[in-house]
């Protein structure tokens, strides 16, 4: 991803990085990922492609509550 400092305005229900971002897709033509991994073998568990560049993620605790 590049990236450029700029003047920028805030569009209601967009999101907002106040700078330049072009985005190419990556092989596949995917911008992001939405994933899961096992945290005791660092292995990835599965993963759902996004057409969309993904700037969060989810945390699921051992009380099965997720953020």
Do not use: C, N
Request: charged residues 15%; positive net charge; aromatic residues 14%.
């Amino acid at each position: 991803m590049d990236f450029a400092a700029t003047r920028s305005q805030h569009i209601r229900g967009t999101p907002f990085i106040g700078a330049a971002t072009p985005y190419s897709a990556g092989l596949g033509g995917h911008l992001g990922a939405f994933m899961a991994w096992d945290a005791s073998s660092g292995r990835k568990v599965w993963e759902v492609k996004e057409p969309y560049p993904a700037w969060s993620g989810a945390l699921v605790t051992a009380g099965q509550v997720a953020f």
